[in-house]
């Protein structure tokens, strides 16, 4: 595979280098895998379980050369060539034969140098700005399984709505997108929906909407632009020993028939969204740990993150096919860290790297994963909350509760008004 996007992007060397093209895109590889190392290091491990060999160590100053030379093409193209939705076997992912997607975006640092500044800019926190350029990536992903269907990424001074857009061209028909607020543009459903996929969308509540018909379940369908939806309203209340919460949900859905697509199961459906919250958890604080992107400069931001959403990619289709060969098992149990870390190990022993001839599905990262395979999901509380503060001196303002509780959901239909 790599061979061939090396060959389809033009990237093969004209010559025998120290560092040949294949190699430069598997220390990027590596490099995801090792965020906190830097580039010599990270390809000292590549090479740990080849000492017998006596490989040459290249300078730091090769090994920026060769990734200059590689450019982000090859990485963009190793992309495409492994995502889409993993396979997989489990009702995960599925709700009554459409398959569940969610789309959102979210910011990355980049170092603070005068090239990334020409493209990347802080962002404004409260009376001052981030300490460091942020690039904005909005992902489509596959609920169930985490997998990435499709992503883009820039300059967060484009917002999210503007690279929703762009992930329009990875919509099918037989899709169910899910979307927060902020995506419930009216020119954007118009344009998702015109894909064939269909839509649940959460709006503001007090947002108005004129409505065309109700519906037996209460219901009502209205107009948003050339698309009609079903806005659908539930109160949602949370139970726990500490005490009670009620939020008001207002959805927006192309599933207009409410028959075929109960209101309550739409209701308990979008709780699915979370799922690429957590697969950004996955990016941004497991495999990257919280560390700002390495490149500095914007080719190298762009080289860089096609790696970094690559492995995430590999790792999850492994973890897919294990929990697939375990009938009945759900893909949630899988264990992003084990998997993560079971890669690094067979990475440092050079473990696997001449093919054999016989396809082992789930290999040695799966078989730890279905070794330690998480517990059931338990019922979200609250939204993240750090466990550990930033600073050593306690935070001004309230106490905040960092109690897990047991909780139960109830969901009430609210009727719409007439």
Same mark, same amino acid.
């Given at each position: 595979?790599?061979?061939?996007?090396?060959?389809?992007?033009?990237?093969?060397?004209?010559?025998?280098?120290?560092?040949?093209?294949?190699?430069?895109?598997?220390? !990027?590889?590596?490099?995801?895998?090792?965020?906190? /190392?830097?580039?010599? %290091?990270?390809?000292?491990? !590549?090479?740990?379980? /080849?000492?017998?060999?006596?490989?040459?160590?290249?300078?730091?100053?090769?090994?920026? *050369?060769?990734? %200059?030379?590689?450019?982000?093409?090859?990485?963009?193209?190793?992309?495409? !060539?492994?995502?889409?939705?993993?396979?997989?076997?489990?009702?995960?992912?599925?709700?009554?034969?459409?398959?569940?997607?969610?789309?959102?975006?979210?910011?990355?640092?980049?170092?603070?140098?005068?090239?990334?500044?020409?493209?990347?800019?802080? *962002?404004?926190?409260?009376?001052?700005? $981030?300490?460091?350029?942020?690039?904005?990536?909005?992902?489509?992903?596959?609920?169930?399984?985490?997998?990435?269907?499709?992503?883009?990424?820039?300059?967060?001074?484009?917002?999210?709505?503007?690279?929703?857009?762009?992930?329009?061209?990875?919509? +099918?028909?037989?899709?169910?997108?899910?979307?927060? &607020?902020?995506?419930?543009?009216?020119?954007?459903?118009? &344009?998702?929906?015109?894909?064939?996929?269909?839509?649940?969308?959460?709006?503001? $509540?007090?947002?108005? !909407?004129?409505?065309?018909? +109700?519906?037996?379940?209460?219901?009502?369908?209205?107009?948003?632009?050339?698309?009609?939806?079903?806005?659908?309203?539930?109160?949602?209340?949370?139970?726990?020993?500490?005490?009670?919460?009620?939020?008001?949900?207002?959805?927006?859905?192309?599933?207009?028939?409410?028959?075929?697509?109960?209101?309550?199961?739409?209701? +308990?459906?979008?709780? #699915?969204?979370?799922?690429?919250?957590?697969?950004?958890? #996955? /990016?941004?604080?497991?495999?990257?740990?919280?560390?700002?992107?390495?490149?500095?400069?914007?080719?190298?931001?762009? *080289?860089?993150?096609?790696?970094?959403?690559?492995?995430? %990619?590999?790792?999850?289709?492994?973890?897919?096919?294990?929990?697939?060969?375990?009938?009945?098992?759900?893909?949630?149990?899988?264990?992003?860290?084990?998997?993560?870390?079971?890669? &690094?190990? *067979? /990475?440092?022993?050079?473990?696997?790297?001449?093919?054999?001839?016989?396809?082992?599905?789930?290999?040695?990262?799966?078989?730890?994963?279905?070794?330690?395979?998480?517990?059931?999901?338990?019922?979200?509380?609250?939204?993240?909350?750090?466990?550990?503060?930033? $600073?050593?001196?306690?935070?001004?303002?309230?106490?905040?509760?960092?109690?897990?509780?047991?909780?139960?959901? $109830?969901?009430?239909?609210?009727?719409?008004?007439?």
């Amino acid at each position: 595979m790599v061979d061939e996007v090396l060959a389809e992007t033009r990237a093969l060397e004209r010559r025998i280098r120290l560092v040949p093209a294949r190699v430069t895109v598997y220390l !990027l590889l590596a490099g995801a895998l090792f965020t906190g /190392l830097g580039y010599r %290091q990270v390809f000292d491990r !590549l090479c740990a379980g /080849l000492a017998h060999l006596a490989p040459v160590r290249p300078s730091g100053s090769a090994l920026r *050369q060769a990734r %200059q030379r590689l450019g982000p093409a090859p990485m963009k193209a190793l992309f495409d !060539l492994v995502s889409g939705p993993a396979v997989t076997t489990a009702a995960a992912g599925w709700w009554r034969g459409l398959r569940v997607v969610a789309v959102d975006g979210t910011l990355l640092p980049v170092p603070d140098c005068p090239a990334n500044l020409a493209v990347f800019t802080r *962002q404004r926190l409260g009376n001052g700005t $981030s300490g460091y350029p942020q690039l904005r990536l909005a992902a489509l992903v596959a609920c169930g399984t985490r997998s990435m269907i499709g992503a883009v990424f820039g300059p967060a001074t484009i917002g999210e709505l503007d690279y929703a857009r762009r992930l329009a061209a990875q919509l +099918r028909a037989g899709m169910l997108l899910l979307g927060d &607020r902020n995506f419930a543009a009216t020119d954007l459903l118009n &344009r998702l929906a015109a894909t064939g996929a269909d839509l649940l969308v959460r709006c503001k $509540s007090g947002r108005t !909407l004129p409505a065309v018909a +109700r519906c037996r379940d209460g219901s009502v369908l209205a107009r948003l632009g050339a698309l009609t939806v079903r806005v659908i309203d539930a109160e949602i209340t949370i139970r726990t020993a500490a005490g009670t919460r009620t939020g008001h949900y207002r959805l927006l859905t192309t599933l207009t028939d409410p028959a075929r697509h109960p209101a309550a199961d739409l209701i +308990r459906l979008y709780h #699915e969204r979370w799922e690429i919250e957590t697969a950004y958890a #996955e /990016l941004k604080s497991t495999i990257l740990s919280g560390h700002v992107l390495r490149a500095r400069t914007p080719d190298g931001i762009e *080289q860089e993150v096609w790696a970094l959403l690559t492995a995430y %990619q590999v790792l999850r289709t492994a973890m897919t096919d294990a929990t697939d060969s375990v009938p009945g098992t759900d893909p949630d149990r899988a264990g992003f860290t084990i998997a993560l870390s079971a890669a &690094r190990d *067979q /990475l440092i022993l050079a473990a696997g790297v001449i093919t054999g001839t016989d396809i082992d599905l789930i290999g040695t990262i799966g078989r730890h994963v279905l070794t330690q395979l998480l517990p059931a999901r338990r019922v979200r509380t609250k939204d993240r909350i750090v466990k550990r503060a930033i $600073s050593k001196y306690n935070a001004r303002g309230p106490a905040i509760d960092r109690t897990t509780y047991k909780a139960t959901i $109830s969901i009430n239909m609210l009727p719409a008004s007439p």
